[in-house]
């Protein structure tokens, strides 16, 4: 998969995965951009590593589903980390 075809998986994955998960995520597309490629590498080794799958194809419903996963694992874990914390106002 090229490079811009990743961005492209990252940043469709990144915004069903905010979604998905109820509550407000901030961030605008650069966020969403960021998320979603940072949860296609997760989802990718993951699955890899857990299922020997094969990552090489845009169109493929196995890439589409790890990508989203690991886009919904990264957004937790972010809502875990920076949900405790209070704004001054």
């Known amino acids: 998969m090229g490079f811009l075809a990743f961005l ?3 940043l469709i994955a990144g915004a069903i995965a905010k979604a998905i998960l109820p509550g ?6 650069i966020a969403t951009l ?3 490629v940072v949860g296609a590498i997760v989802g990718g080794w993951l699955g890899s590593l857990l299922f020997n799958a ?5 169109w493929s419903l196995e890439s589409w589903l790890l990508a989203i996963g ?3 694992l990264v957004l937790l874990v972010y809502g875990v980390l920076v949900g405790g914390r209070k ?3």
């Open 34 to 36: 960021i998320l979603g």
């Open 54 to 58: 094969d990552l090489d194809r845009f």
């Open 8 to 10: 492209l998986l990252g």
């Open 87 to 89: 704004r001054a106002e």
């Open 24 to 29: 407000r995520q901030g961030g605008g597309w």
């Open 70 to 72: 690991g886009s919904v």
